[in-house]
């Protein structure tokens, strides 16, 4: 391998190496070879950005969060707008369309990683926390414009459709599933609120 390749963003092109590794071949399959080879770069760039395997893996699962934050500010200004089954049904297919599902069976399958990120996140799982929280945001702001129900718990709410919706696209190797399916588990979850049919 060459070692005189100069990345222009070396941090992101190895995060979307690992993320290319990681979707094909698996957690198990992710090393700092496996990701700089797929980057096409010498192994000693990763160690020259991260102090080890660990830290860098967990900065991809930190820059990934961060991804979830900018998806939350969307989705919550679309409140009021379209339907609230829409709305979720669209959020939850960007959320675990992406690459969101492997690096969840990652964060599960590395017990160094998930210590790591258990420093400053002790309570849930890292990315579903953040991505229940931008759910409950949402619901929230529906409920307060009456599109749901006024007495939803939006927190239990918010934690049953990432959990549905994560059992519903987990283990499907490439192929997500049909919208319609993504829709009736947001209509069968969230109840409607006085405006009846904005749910749907």
Same mark, same amino acid.
């Given at each position: 391998?060459?070692?005189?390749?100069? !990345?222009?963003?070396?941090?992101?092109?190895?995060?979307?190496?690992?993320?290319?590794?990681?979707?094909?071949? %698996?957690?198990?399959?992710?090393?700092?070879?496996? $990701?700089?080879?797929? +980057?096409?770069?010498?192994?000693?760039?990763?160690?020259?950005?991260?102090?080890?395997?660990?830290?860098?893996? #967990?900065?991809?699962?930190?820059?990934?969060?961060?991804?979830?934050?900018?998806?939350?500010? +969307?989705?919550r200004?679309?409140? *009021?707008? *379209?339907?609230?089954? =829409?709305? !979720?049904?669209?959020?939850?297919?960007?959320?675990? *369309?992406?690459?969101?599902?492997?690096v969840?069976?990652?964060?599960? #399958?590395?017990d160094?990683?998930?210590?790591?990120?258990r420093q400053?996140?002790? $309570? %849930?799982?890292?990315?579903?926390?953040?991505? &229940? #929280?931008?759910? +409950?945001?949402? !619901?929230?702001?529906?409920?307060?414009? *009456?599109? $749901?129900?006024?007495?939803?718990? $939006?927190?239990?709410?918010?934690?049953?459709?990432? =959990?549905?919706?994560? !059992?519903?696209? &987990?283990?499907?190797?490439?192929?997500?599933?049909? +919208?319609? &399916?993504?829709?009736?588990?947001?209509?069968?979850?969230?109840?409607? =609120?006085?405006?009846?049919?904005?749910?749907?």
């Amino acid at each position: 391998m060459p070692t005189g390749v100069a !990345l222009r963003d070396a941090r992101a092109q190895l995060f979307d190496a690992a993320e290319r590794v990681l979707l094909r071949d %698996g957690p198990n399959a992710l090393t700092s070879r496996a $990701v700089t080879t797929e +980057a096409g770069c010498a192994k000693g760039v990763l160690h020259r950005h991260f102090a080890d395997f660990d830290a860098f893996l #967990a900065e991809l699962v930190l820059d990934r969060i961060a991804r979830i934050d900018h998806q939350a500010a +969307a989705l919550r200004e679309s409140a *009021g707008t *379209g339907t609230v089954a =829409g709305n !979720l049904a669209g959020a939850l297919t960007d959320l675990f *369309g992406s690459v969101a599902v492997a690096v969840v069976g990652l964060i599960i #399958a590395r017990d160094d990683l998930r210590a790591r990120l258990r420093q400053d996140r002790p $309570v %849930g799982v890292p990315l579903l926390a953040e991505a &229940a #929280a931008m759910i +409950a945001s949402y !619901l929230t702001a529906e409920r307060e414009l *009456g599109r $749901v129900a006024a007495d939803a718990d $939006v927190d239990t709410l918010a934690l049953t459709l990432i =959990g549905a919706a994560h !059992l519903l696209f &987990a283990g499907r190797e490439g192929t997500p599933p049909e +919208a319609g &399916a993504v829709r009736k588990v947001v209509t069968t979850i969230v109840p409607p =609120g006085t405006s009846g049919p904005t749910i749907t």
